[in-house]
């Protein structure tokens, strides 16, 4: 049987590619704000339980229980802010990306259920600075849910006030963390904070906050207007529902699927991807972004389920899937993660800022033939003062998970390749001795 | 240069939208960019009077961000990726292949970014934020021709151009 798509939060966008992030063909086509109408009858308490049942759990990367999160918010403290997380840059993944561009007022929708639901009346959604016409499409469903009533004072008579902001990042990968993002918000470099406080106590302006991603809150509508009952229906284990997956790399086609969780990684690499490309073999595979620990060709049958991914030393994190083919050098593909993390390392823990930049130039030596001997095990001894024990899920000395995953792809390269890559740091270190035992 | 009338109009507006003045930082420095090209020193003190916060603290917060250029760079950004996604579909030969043409060009400034969030067109670059993928050598020499010549033509960062708020008055 084919493989399919189940498509929930992708739906509509894949139908109407040719207008589906106006607000005529949102209200025509797929009802849209009818969830937020449904959702301001509600108590907000109802809805957050309601979102709890559903199991859904965050789509940014720590897969946190959504409506368990709002319900960390302290009582009777108030104001309160919900900032929406829209600065992707999990390298490869490029969900919210699309959600920006295609399905602008999905969004709006939840944020505003989600907004009532822990009593915010400020939102803000932080846009990712190169995301351009994502931004000028969001601002649009912006000003018509405005113009509309959806937003603004007395949502829909309903005694509720929301404003909405739209908030433009300007280049930091780090933004993307829950607590760099509130620092970015608040005018600072985006260097993420110490927790506790976590955001829901002190977060915006030390005020409670909730952080939620962008593809989490498109989900929200979908909830409330078929159920949690449905919704956790969906699935498999505690991973509910559907997740988009960006697939990318080395496949026939490349691109954003959105399927029921439990799905095994060959039905989507394979049966919705394509598969490897021109016929060639797979090497391996990153499973949830650049932090996330890569897996291996015996893994294809595993299930997209985070806490088997948890199980398997490395997790579903973003949604993005990497695929590299046989003829792909994997000390190339590490030296070149580390180079992007010692480049966004914000400097604010001394482990990362020091560590990033020593990983980046061992990693290159080793990927470009001037490696030493003992080279994979010089990272992994400096390595562990970043992370102690080196072993999944990863110990940290540095306030965010950018300290971790410097190494992620150095515990994977150790976990799979260490025989072969020792051999040929021994190698290539024999063949420059012998070139200068020549040359003198 | 010292904002206008029309903008300075502008800044207030957008510094109203927030509960605390400072979170307007970012948005600010994204205007002065757009009208500028780059953020000028003049640009960050104005921003700090706005703002009632010191120079240096816009210059801290201004330098952290890899969007924010505080030298001329010429009118034209090309953003090529050279993470694993576009690493593997030929990144890296791309952008030393635009860097080496466009090396004396003082209008185009051709650079490595991390990855863009648009894997699936890899190799994948951006010209002033716009997205362009998958593309060869010679197609993204193309589009940046068309982009010179004027056929294409980017949105502002900042959102609303200046020049429109110059016809409206700064309304929203």
Not at chain 1, 4 to 29: G, M, Q
């Amino acid at each position: 049987m084919a493989v399919e798509e189940t498509r929930i939060v992708t739906k509509f966008l894949r139908a109407r590619e040719k207008d589906s992030w106006t607000f005529e063909a949102a209200r025509k086509h797929n009802k849209a704000y009818s969830a937020l109408e449904k959702a301001l009858g509600m108590e907000p308490a109802t809805i957050v339980a309601e979102v709890q049942a559903s199991g859904l759990r965050g789509r940014g990367g720590a897969g946190f229980g959504a409506g368990q999160k709002w319900s960390f918010l302290p009582k009777d403290v108030f104001p309160r802010y919900l900032a929406v997380n829209a600065d992707e840059g999990e390298p490869s993944t490029f969900k919210d990306h699309m959600l920006l561009e295609r399905d602008p007022h999905q969004i709006v929708e939840g944020v505003a259920i989600t907004a009532f639901a822990i009593q915010a009346h400020l939102a803000f959604i932080y846009i990712r600075g190169e995301f351009a016409l994502g931004a000028e499409r969001v601002q649009q469903a912006v000003d018509d849910a405005y113009a509309s009533g959806f937003l603004g004072k007395d949502i829909l008579g309903s005694g509720f006030d929301l404003d909405v902001v739209v908030h433009r990042g300007a280049g930091c990968y780090i933004a993307g963390d829950e607590t760099g993002l509130l620092s970015s918000l608040e005018g600072e470099r985006a260097m993420p904070r110490i927790k506790p406080p976590f955001p829901a106590a002190q977060g915006l302006y030390a005020a409670p906050t909730v952080v939620n991603n962008v593809e989490t809150l498109s989900t929200v509508p979908h909830i409330i207007r078929r159920g949690a009952k449905w919704y956790a229906g969906l699935g498999v284990n505690k991973s509910t529902g559907t997740r988009i997956f960006s697939v990318s790399g080395m496949v026939e086609r490349p691109g954003n699927y959105e399927v029921e969780l439990g799905m095994s990684f060959r039905d989507l690499i394979e049966g919705l991807a394509g598969g490897v490309r021109d016929g060639k073999a797979l090497k391996f595979f990153i499973p949830g972004g650049a932090s996330a620990p890569w897996l291996m060709p015996e893994h294809l049958d595993e299930p997209l389920d985070m806490d088997r991914a948890s199980e398997l030393k490395t997790m579903l994190g973003s949604g993005a899937i990497m695929v590299f083919d046989e003829t792909v050098d994997p000390l190339l593909i590490s030296w070149r993660l580390a180079k992007f993390y010692a480049h966004e390392s914000c400097g604010k823990c001394t482990p990362c800022r020091e560590g990033s930049g020593w990983i980046d130039k061992v990693l290159y030596r080793m990927a470009h033939g001037l490696g030493r001997p003992d080279d994979l095990d010089l990272l992994l001894d400096f390595g562990s003062n970043i992370v102690p024990g080196l072993n999944a899920p990863f110990a940290q000395t540095t306030i965010c998970a950018l300290g971790p995953s410097t190494m992620s792809h150095v515990v994977s390269l150790d976990r799979y390749f260490g025989a072969e890559i020792r051999r040929r740091l021994k190698r290539d270190h024999a063949k420059r001795n012998a070139l200068e035992v020549i040359a003198s | 240069m010292a904002f206008t009338d029309a903008e300075s109009r502008r800044a207030k507006e957008i510094i109203a939208r927030y509960p605390h003045a400072k979170s307007a930082l970012l948005p600010l420095l994204h205007l002065a960019q757009d009208r500028d090209g780059w953020v000028t020193p003049e640009s960050m003190e104005e921003i700090a009077g706005l703002l009632d916060l010191t120079p240096a603290l816009v210059l801290g917060t201004c330098s952290f961000y890899t969007m924010f250029k505080r030298e001329p760079v010429g009118r034209l950004v090309v953003s090529v990726c050279t993470n694993v996604s576009c690493l593997v579909n030929g990144g890296p030969s791309l952008f030393e292949g635009l860097r080496a043409r466009y090396a004396s060009d003082e209008d185009v400034l051709v650079e490595e970014v991390e990855c863009i969030a648009a894997c699936d067109l890899a190799p994948v670059m951006q010209i002033n934020y716009e997205f362009h993928g998958p593309v060869t050598s010679e197609a993204a020499v193309d589009v940046i021709e068309q982009y010179q010549r004027g056929e294409l033509v980017a949105r502002s960062v900042s959102g609303t151009s200046l020049a429109e708020t110059a016809k409206t008055g700064g309304t929203a």
